[in-house]
Each structure stands twice: as C-alpha cells, then as structure tokens.
C-alpha cells in the first residue's frame, strides 16, 4: 500500500488524538503516504479527505476530542452514499483504512469491504469499554477517572447532608465506567444493563446500612440499567421508602467523553493506533487491533461486532462484600 487514510466515527474518546497520531506517525515512518478525513463517513462522502503529516499532529497527544471531528452518518447506511464514499477513496488513490470508532464503526467498514473490497483496520475508541477482543478501549480509563472524581465529589456533600445519591453515569449496553468508577468510588451498589438488580435488592441494602447507623450512600446508575435511569430508580425507591429520604439524582452525561486523556489512555491509543497501521500494511483487514493480557491482538471485525463482552462476576461481588 502507498496510500491509506484513517479517520474517527461515532462518540468521542479521550485518546482518539493519540491514536491519530500514531497512525500518522507510523505513516510517515512506513514511507506510506497518509490522508485524514474529516466526520467520518459523512466526510469520506463528501470528499473531505487532506493529506497528513508529521506535522498535522505535533501537540495533539494531550488533547481531548479529536481534531478529524466525528459524525453519524445515514447516508452511508444507503448503498449509494457507500459508493459516493468509494469513489471520493478513488479519487485520492486510497487503498486501505484505520477507523478509530466502535461497532458501529465496524459495521460499516465491514459492508463497505463486501461491496467495494476496501480493507481496513479498526482501532477501538469507546469510552464504554464493550468491544470484545480488548482488554480496555480508547477512552474508557479516562471516563472512568472522571467518574470517580465526581462521585468523590458528591460523597462529601452527601455526608454532610445525610443523603442518598444516585448517580448516572454513561453506560446504554455496558456497565463497565460503573462498575469500576463505582469501586474505586466506594459506592454502596452499582447497576448495570448486564445483571438485573431488583429495586428491592436496593432497597434492602440501603435499610442494611441504616440498621447500622449509616447515614449517606451513593448508587452508581449505568443509564442503561433494565429498572430505568438513575431518576427512574431514584424515584421507584422514594416509593418503597417514603418521602422523608433525603434523595438527590445527579447524572454526569458528555463530561464523561471529553478532557485531557490519562497516561493510560495515551499509551494505549498510540499502541493501538501504530497496531493497526503496521496491521494494514502487513495484510490484515476486517480486523480490530486491540490489547489482551498486554500483547497485540487482531480480532475479526465479526466477532467484535456480535460477541458479548461480559463484566467480571469478581467486580460484582467485590462491590457486595465492600458495600458492608
């Protein structure tokens, strides 16, 4: 290949900037030549399509967001916007593609090889950490630490109102930023989508802890936890245990998503965006690069896409036995 391009889809990571840059850098030091395009799939229609160099990503490493911009695109669920899309990749004489984003992402990438052969890498960027075929993705170990830096927050005030908090945190199919901005927060219970937790199992924790002079809690809310969002079961308990609780509901939402990346998240996204790259080059294609038990992995796009990525049952259990 001598000329690939690489570009972000979907939400937002912090590390996406880092990842960019590894590919680019990892271009240049190929000897490949190395194009950018702008939102996504929206943009690889439009022809929003430059070329990079070392220097279209020198001071990026530190930055939140991404600067290719990001987008959902309809138009490239249509077959006529894929081949707009293959045809803007003529023009610029591009042969293969990174795609820093998710399943979505994939997804796409996927139809567009089938119909266009089109290869491309995929390097995960997610700050919800439900790809599988990778220990952790782009992203998530920062949201994690933002989390947690709320939830700290909210415990002090908690304790001095004797109140009960529940916080929402991102999460619609994964319970991965609350379950560990919930350990490390101390939490007294965590929800999440995959383990259907029942509000009276709620409600008996919290009169545990009540029987023991325990005058706040905080429960950390996946939003999308099967008995609704944090205000939803906020309201659902207020019903079982009366009006005199002093409750308050914060939701944390797109704050999660953006800030400057941790030093995790920075290494992770420049392993993985060179991973990708070198990946590209040396053949590989409807692949995911990750990092699983700390080695370079290549996932079929297929698996990523359909294979479920379960939470450890030691982090549910271990958020029972520290809630006591």
Known sequence: MKRIAVFTSGGDAPGMNACIRAVVRGAVYHGVEIFGIRRGYSGMINGDIFQMTSHSVSNIVQRGGTILKSARSREFMTSEGRKRAYDQLMNHGIEGLVAIGGNGTFTGALKFFEEFQIPTVGAPGTIDNDLYGTDNTIGYDT???????????????????????????????SGYIAIQSGIAGGAEMVMVPEVLTPISEVVETLKQGWSRSKSSSIIVVAEGDEEGNAAEVAEKIRSQVGVDVDMRVTTLGHIQRGGIPTAYDRILASRLGLGALEGLLNGEKNVMAGIVNNELVYTPFVDTIKLPKPISEDLLRMVKILSV
Do not use: P, Q, Y
């Not at 939830?151 to 945190?169: G, L, M």
């Open 143 to 173: 949201a994690v630490n933002t989390a947690l830096e709320a939830i700290d927050k909210i415990r002090d005030t908690a304790d001095s109102h004797d109140r009960i908090f529940f916080i929402e945190v991102m999460g619609r199919d």
